[in-house]
């Protein structure tokens, strides 16, 4: 079974510029998670999806990130304009369903993002 | 809203010995936990999941363990080897969002031969 797949695995732009996240999840997962994991931290959700509406986003801040997921299989995660304290590592996670039993969450690689 | 502890940043311990890291949650008692692996580079792997109404999980070397009482779940590993070094991390699910994870800042774990 295919994992979670992201892209770029590294990325560096200067501050102010944007940047765009992809994400496909595991066929069939009906749930899929952004999270941002700052180094030495734990994974803080940004956003959640189920199918191709959005969940749960409160902790999204959505001055400067969008994230959407057409057709409720890819997902891409943006940021316009970065700033330095948005460099993290980008996770995706997607699980067979969230609002039914306890679906451990399979995670994709990451991408490494670094605002100069 | 919820906040998870893990009450030690790094933890060393001797290969054969048995590694015992724990999570703390603060608020409201979390319709289950679970702990995750995450190795240098890559994203947090599953372990274990263990519900409110379950004292104890155990799956191989691995035994997890959720005190709600003490608002507390420990994890441990058994027969530790240089191989189980890696950060761990403990997830609290529930609030408003159902599969919503609330992730502690992970415990480093190196087992030393």
């Known amino acids: 079974e295919a994992g979670v797949a992201q892209s770029p695995r590294y990325k560096i732009i200067e501050k102010r510029q944007s940047v765009a996240f992809w994400c496909n999840p595991i066929?069939?997962?009906?749930?899929l998670y952004w999270y941002q994991q700052i180094l030495g931290q734990g994974p803080k959700l940004l956003i959640q999806?189920?199918?191709?509406?959005?969940?749960?986003d409160s902790q999204l801040p959505k001055d400067r990130f969008s994230a959407e997921r057409l057709k409720g299989v890819d997902s891409t995660l943006k940021i316009q304009p970065a700033k330095l304290e948005d460099s993290a590592v980008y996770l995706c996670a997607s699980s067979y369903s969230g609002t039914s039993g306890s679906g451990e969450q399979f995670f994709g690689p990451g991408t490494r993002l670094t605002v100069l | 809203s919820q906040k998870i502890e893990q009450n030690s940043e790094a933890l060393n311990i001797q290969e054969g010995k048995t590694a015992t890291l724990t999570c703390n949650y603060t608020n409201y008692s979390p319709a289950y936990l679970q702990w995750y692996r995450q190795d240098p580079g890559r994203g947090p792997v599953f372990l274990l999941l263990i519900r409110e109404n379950e004292k104890e999980k155990r799956k191989e070397r691995l035994k997890v363990t959720f005190d709600t009482t003490l608002k507390q779940s420990l994890f441990h590993i058994t027969a530790s080897q240089p191989a189980d070094s890696a950060t761990y991390l403990c997830a609290s699910a529930g609030g408003t969002s159902y599969g919503k994870l609330t992730f502690g800042q992970g415990t480093i774990l190196t087992v030393h031969p």
């Open positions: 066929s069939g997962h009906a749930t």
């Open positions: 999806f189920q199918n191709n509406g959005v969940v749960d």
